[in-house]
């Protein structure tokens, strides 16, 4: 049985800062953060957006995308690792304001940056075990990334969502069935105490982790897949490959040791062609911890000026702490016109840039929101409105 993405969609703030003001605030060229790290804006939300309300606009526009009824969603689960709530899933928040059935299976994973694939990947072998009984799986990646401010981190900062619909109609990206590598280790790279607003980074360890699960799961894949031995480089059996993109520049160093574990002696020469299009989006949001592969992906589908029908996609997930899966997908007919309707670039070009002492304002104003009185909503659309009797409170 076909599995795979039936429709996607994107949710980012509708506000960000400009990395080079950032750079010039903190006394860094812009250039560092610009083209050293490959980032030129990063969605910063107002307090009335978290969670909850990036993953269940998101989840409305995929199942508008599809014009799917909440009745046929059979599954929910949402990946993050910016939850609202130690027990109460941000899942069961988006079953509400969507509308979901009660006959809906709905939890909330966590692995860092992979709680997203983690889902995805079981709601792939619920479709294709028969489970699923024509129903769909709803499964949303979404994430506040937070560092402090005035920290390296604080320029690979950045908010959204990505919501997939997954089923055994795969309109978008049909995946491939036993084509995934894995590759785990405990290490201490990247994490949040409990006690805390912010991640605490071991940066520069932190790449050396991503690009070592990265070969491990490349090395799992090329043995899961076991195609026969081919001429030139492995990667090149892929139209295009896209990365967890903590940062742009992350991608380039994470596709240079890739194309060098092939063997090929210069290994950033197939960049552009085999990763490019794939960070146009991501470069104007920054990190979304569990949806920034799936925004690549949807970068991809919705920039590429080529015909991608029919054609590989690698796609390498990475979650600190650790665990890592490289896996592939075909590019369907119609695609990238259902990605590209979706308007994702306009959308971005119509958000709000905030000045830095504005920015600075909303992260402090930010540690408190889990008890901000509750205020009228503003804007449209779901909104978080504050915390009454303990209880969040949102507006539809
Ligand atoms: P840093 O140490 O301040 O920066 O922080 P740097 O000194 O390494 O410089 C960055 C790049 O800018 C370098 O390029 C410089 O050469 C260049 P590279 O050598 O790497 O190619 N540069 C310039 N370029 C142009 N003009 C200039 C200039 N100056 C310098 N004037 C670091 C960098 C990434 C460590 C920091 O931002 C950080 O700690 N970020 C957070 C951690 C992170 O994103 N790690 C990525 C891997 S782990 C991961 O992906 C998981 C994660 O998503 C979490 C999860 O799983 O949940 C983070």
Request: proline share 4%; aromatic share 8%; net charge negative.
């Amino acid at each position: 049985m076909q599995a795979g993405l039936e429709a996607i969609g994107v949710a980012v703030p509708d506000t960000y800062v400009e990395l080079a003001d950032l750079a010039m605030a903190r006394g860094v060229a812009p250039g560092k953060y610009v083209e050293g790290l490959g980032v030129t804006r990063m969605g910063v939300p107002l307090v009335d957006e978290d969670t909850v309300t990036l993953a269940s606009r998101a989840a409305r526009m995929a199942l508008e995308s599809a014009g799917c009824s909440p009745e046929d969603v059979g599954l929910l689960v949402v990946g993050t690792e910016t939850a609202v709530d130690h027990s109460k899933p941000v899942a069961s928040y988006v079953q509400g304001l969507l509308g979901l059935s009660t006959r809906c299976r709905i939890f909330e994973t966590k692995h860092a940056c992979y709680g997203g694939t983690a889902a995805l990947q079981l709601a792939l072998d619920w479709v294709r075990s028969g489970s699923a009984k024509g129903r769909k799986a709803l499964i949303v990646c979404s994430d506040i990334a937070r560092y402090g401010v005035g920290t390296p981190g604080e320029p690979t900062q950045g908010a959204g969502a990505v919501a997939m619909l997954v089923s055994d109609t795969p309109a978008l990206l049909a995946l491939e069935a036993g084509k995934t590598g894995v590759y785990s280790k405990d290490v201490m790279d990247f994490w949040r105490p409990l006690y805390s607003k912010d991640a605490l980074v071991d940066g520069h360890y932190s790449v050396q982790c991503y690009l070592d699960a990265l070969e491990g799961a490349y090395r799992a894949y090329q043995e899961a897949a076991a195609e026969p031995v081919g001429e030139g480089a492995y990667s090149d059996r892929f139209a295009a490959l896209v990365y967890h993109v903590p940062y742009g520049k992350m991608s380039r160093k994470a596709h240079r040791h890739l194309r060098t574990l092939d063997g090929d002696a210069a290994p950033d020469a197939s960049f552009d062609r085999l990763v490019g299009n794939s960070l146009v989006l991501p470069s104007q949001v920054g990190n979304i911890y569990t949806g920034s592969m799936y925004l690549a992906l949807a970068s991809l589908l919705s920039t590429a000026p080529q015909d991608l029908t029919g054609q590989r996609v690698g796609l390498f997930s990475y979650g600190s702490g650790s665990c890592a899966e490289f896996f592939s997908g075909v590019v369907q007919a119609g695609a990238q016109e259902r990605v590209k309707a979706l308007g994702l670039e306009a959308r971005l070009s119509r958000r709000r840039a905030l000045s830095i002492p504005e920015y600075e304002d909303v992260m402090r104003a930010r540690e408190h929101l889990d008890e901000r009185p509750v205020a009228d909503a503003a804007g449209s659309g779901f909104r978080y409105q504050g915390t009454r009797d303990h209880k969040r409170i949102y507006a539809t």
